[in-house]
Nanobody, 125 residues
Framework: QVQLVESGGGLVQAGGSLRLSCAASGRTFSLYSMGWFRQAPGKEREFVVAISWSGTRTYYADSVKGRFAISRDNPKNMVYLQMNSLKPEDTAVYYC??????????????????WGQGTQVTVSS
């Protein structure tokens, strides 16, 4: 099990940017893929982006492709989500998640066994 703590959410106008951070602790960070998911009010949690354990591969949801960028710093046990050109429909609670298996890149929430508490992102029009 790994502990995850997100930060960086907030209120931003449409077209603006935010950077989310996720600090991980509790196991060998560099062996596990990481992901970001989000949940808007009244909607199911959805996949946003994932990054492989080495950081060499990423996978983005079509809705954020070209606007969001995920990165990781393995020596610091950190994952980041840079969000640009934000839209009101990006408003949601954003969750950092860690895959439960080593060296696997998945987009399925069921494959992520550890979750942060979430950070609110609100984009005003």
């Amino acid at each position: 099990q790994v502990q995850l703590v997100e930060s960086g959410g907030g209120l931003v106008q449409a077209g603006g940017s935010l950077r989310l951070s996720c600090a991980a602790s509790g196991r060998t960070f560099s062996l596990y893929s990481m992901g970001w998911f989000r949940q808007a009010p009244g909607k199911e949690r959805e996949f946003v982006v994932a990054i492989s354990w080495s950081g060499t591969r990423t996978y983005y949801a079509d809705s954020v492709k070209g606007r969001f960028a995920i990165s990781r710093d393995n020596p610091k046990n950190m994952v980041y989500l840079q969000m640009n050109s934000l839209k009101p429909e990006d408003t949601a609670v954003y969750y950092c998640a860690a895959d439960s298996a080593t060296m696997r890149l998945s987009v399925r929430s069921a494959d992520f066994g550890s979750w942060g508490q979430g950070t609110q992102v609100t984009v005003s029009s």
